[in-house]
């Protein structure tokens, strides 16, 4: 049973691979004038959000960025991903948060806590989803406690398509189709002082929530005027 499971992971991963391949060369990103990728103006590592309902262009956000990581979960939808993005070049973390103590052996959140401090460490980017887990657009802390823990800068993003399917489930997720055209947004780094305390923290994933909201609505805003 095992096995079969993850044959059909590995199948609908070399499916989803395809699938996000074709949009990408189907759908037409207008480059903006000026905008500088996090890569292009930061010296090091840094870590990646978005909205996980919205991350099926984390691709075209992070094209031609340097070796990048993404955090995935335990799932079979996550072992659906983490075969997409290995097809796609990146290396994959598994695990994920929780909102309970008791959950968190479960989910590998204390080892791949440890796995993205290590590649943020050693010059590897990270890329996560803000949501906190099962709360749609709700930023939770994982990402503030990592960029505490690493001193590695935090960067928004927000990558729309015109041709999408907005769906009604637990993270507000868009499938995006092809032939459509694309806006890709990054926001300025967000910093974490290593000895930010609880406030802070907060503060910081306040910050988070609303950045990644007003990112995404100025997106769409562009590709309703064309601009």
Request: aromatic share 6%; hydrophobic share 45%; charged share 20%.
């Amino acid at each position: 049973m095992i096995r079969r499971k993850q044959w059909a992971a590995r199948a609908a991963g070399y499916g989803l691979h395809a699938y996000i391949s074709g949009v990408m060369r189907t759908t037409r990103f207008a480059p903006l004038p000026g905008e500088q990728r996090p890569w292009e103006r930061t010296d090091g590592s840094f870590i990646a959000l978005t909205w996980h309902g919205q991350q099926m262009l984390s691709v075209a956000a992070l094209r031609g960025a340097p070796r990048t990581s993404v955090l995935v979960s335990l799932h079979f939808d996550g072992s659906v991903i983490a075969t997409a993005l290995a097809r796609a070049g990146y290396g994959t973390i598994r695990g994920s948060g929780t909102q309970t103590r008791a959950k968190i052996r479960g989910k590998c959140g204390i080892p791949a806590f440890l796995a993205m401090r290590q590649a943020l460490e050693t010059g590897t980017n990270v890329l996560m989803t803000a949501d906190v887990p099962k709360v749609a657009r709700v930023a939770g802390k994982g990402a503030v406690q990592l960029a505490r823990a690493t001193g590695r800068p935090i960067f928004l993003f927000a990558a729309v398509t015109s041709a999408r399917i907005d769906l009604d489930n637990w993270d507000k997720a868009s499938l995006v189709l092809p032939f459509g055209r694309g806006c890709v947004l990054w926001s300025e780094a967000l910093t974490v002082a290593s000895d930010a305390d609880a406030a802070e923290i907060d503060a910081v994933s306040h910050r988070i929530t609303m950045g990644l909201d007003d990112l995404h609505a100025e997106a769409h805003r562009r590709l309703r005027s064309g601009s």
